[in-house]
């Protein structure tokens, strides 16, 4: 199984991250068919450093239920992760994908609190990817989840399943870890919400921009 590089040309032009899903089950053998594809990711020196938890039915919702109760206790909220003020250019940016939703969420709805507690409810996805990596390794291999998370998000899209990648649940390593049964020696490193998207929600309509290439883009020749 796998995309033609057309397919796989249009999956890169349209897919997006989706905020409301279907209550949907995914078969098991459709993850796995997902989760074939996405480990045929490149790693450094075939470290394939990553371990991969999928959390569906009653277990994602507990874990939802955890997530969202720590989060509100210890009054986390996602951020950039930035380590000191953003640049104009990048809050720029920032504000255009919260122009993009706020439009599209109930009256009175904070922005910031539906990606809060969205996000610890991997916004209702009927299951969740955890993707831990073992700690013996450096950051440098952070590069290689950043490359399985593309191909998981692309080959997704090709098999009609809708995702969000998740950051602000590394916040709670220690809760997941215990939750799921995952080894001390691991570190969450980030979540993928998977799913079927509901074309209904208006939330799923809006699109954030994505900059000039001169913006991005440096030539040296």
């Known amino acids: 199984m796998g995309l033609t590089m057309m397919d796989l040309m249009e999956a890169m032009k349209e ?3 989706t905020r409301a899903f279907l209550e949907k089950t995914v078969a098991r053998e459709t993850l796995e068919d997902l989760l074939h594809l996405a480990t045929q990711a490149p790693s450094a020196i075939n470290l394939q450093p ?5 959390v569906s039915g009653e277990e994602k919702k507990r874990l939802s239920r955890v997530l969202v109760k720590r989060m ?3 009054n986390i909220s996602c951020g950039p992760g930035a380590k000191k003020p953003l640049s104009e250019a990048f809050m720029e940016r920032q504000r255009g994908l919260l122009n993009t939703i706020q439009p599209h ?3 009175d709805t904070v922005f910031q609190n539906f990606i809060n507690e969205g996000s610890c409810n991997f916004y209702g996805a009927p299951t969740a990817v955890i993707i831990s990596m073992d700690q013996v390794f450096s950051s ?4 290689d989840i950043g490359v399985l998370v593309g191909y998981l998000v692309l080959a997704a899209h090709g098999l009609g399943l809708s995702t969000c990648p998740i950051g602000l649940i590394t916040a709670f390593d220690e809760d997941i870890k215990e939750e ?5 020696e691991k570190q969450v490193v980030i979540g993928v919400a998977v799913g079927y998207g509901d ?11 994505r ?10 020749q």
């Open 15 to 17: 897919r997006r991250s």
């Open 50 to 54: 990553w371990e991969l938890t999928i």
């Open 72 to 74: 509100k206790e210890r």
């Open 105 to 107: 969420l109930p009256e």
């Open 140 to 143: 440098a291999r952070l590069t």
């Open 180 to 184: 799921l049964n995952i080894s001390d």
């Open 199 to 209: 074309p209904d929600a208006p939330i799923n309509r809006g699109r954030s921009e």
């Open 211 to 220: 900059v000039p290439l001169q913006d991005v883009v440096k030539w040296r």
